[in-house]
């Protein structure tokens, strides 16, 4: 069975802190990519990345890096010195390939709090 | 190139009333999906659209729920009866088969039955 787990339900950091949100997954499948979306507020989900199974180069966009092991089955992103306005829950998923779907198994969600 | 848009974006209704949702997808996708995603939980899905074809629907969408997508293009999600426990958020994303398979999320629809 396909899983994602985000065991982190909450963190809080001061602003100008680096955060790590963990992101554990659970396939059989050799072909699958991976997702991380954030959710503002308003309740839309934005995209941020998105990483196949055949690539584990690690990638970096600004502030946010992502970290991809499939050794460990994780797919971790970490914001570099965090910004008010990077608080939101956050959201990793996976996506198979093999059944034509690619429908997403998301984990619970990161709620990330930067304080002031 | 205009993102996805559901209306309404908020719903109020009494139980056992039915209620329907629309679902405009980026112009260019083939694919539509129905997710819904309940307080402190990540979404899930509920059915998906290849064009106008309704081709999986999850074990959540029960028979009250039913989906369409007219000629391909918009989709609409109509709950029937509705429970308490379909108080959710109902999210709607469209992807480009054959590019990359990222969907893109349409804003919701928040359902509150009372």
């Known amino acids: 069975a396909q899983k994602v787990t985000q065991a982190q339900t909450e963190i809080s950091v001061v602003e100008k802190e680096d955060v790590t949100l963990d992101c554990v997954y659970e396939t059989r499948d050799t072909t699958y990519y991976l997702f991380w979306y954030k959710q503002p507020p308003s309740g839309e989900l934005v995209f941020l990345i998105r990483r196949n199974s055949f690539d584990e180069q690690n990638e970096i966009s600004g502030r946010y890096s992502w970290n991809f092991q499939k050794s460990t089955s994780s797919f971790n992103f970490t914001i570099t010195a965090s910004q008010v306005v990077d608080s939101a829950v956050y959201f990793c998923a996976l996506s198979e390939f093999k059944t034509g779907t690619y429908k997403y198994i998301f984990g619970t969600g990161t709620r990330l709090k930067v304080l002031a | 190139d205009t993102g996805v848009s559901q209306n309404p974006r908020h719903k109020i209704t009494k139980r056992g009333q039915n209620v329907t949702f629309r679902c405009d997808p980026i112009?260019?996708?083939?694919?539509l999906y129905w997710y819904r995603q309940t307080l402190g939980q990540g979404p899930e899905f509920l059915t998906y659209?290849?064009?106008?074809?309704?081709?999986?629907k999850s074990r959540l969408l029960s028979d009250r729920f039913s989906a369409e997508r007219p000629k391909g293009s918009f989709s609409t999600l109509e709950i029937q009866r509705t429970e308490q426990g379909d108080s959710a958020m109902y999210l709607c994303?469209?992807?480009?088969?054959?590019?990359?398979?990222?969907?893109?999320f349409g804003p919701g629809t928040r359902l509150l039955v009372l």
């Open positions: 112009s260019e996708h083939n694919r």
């Open positions: 994303a469209s992807s480009f088969l054959g590019r990359q398979e990222t969907q893109y």
């Open positions: 659209f290849q064009n106008e074809a309704q081709l999986e």
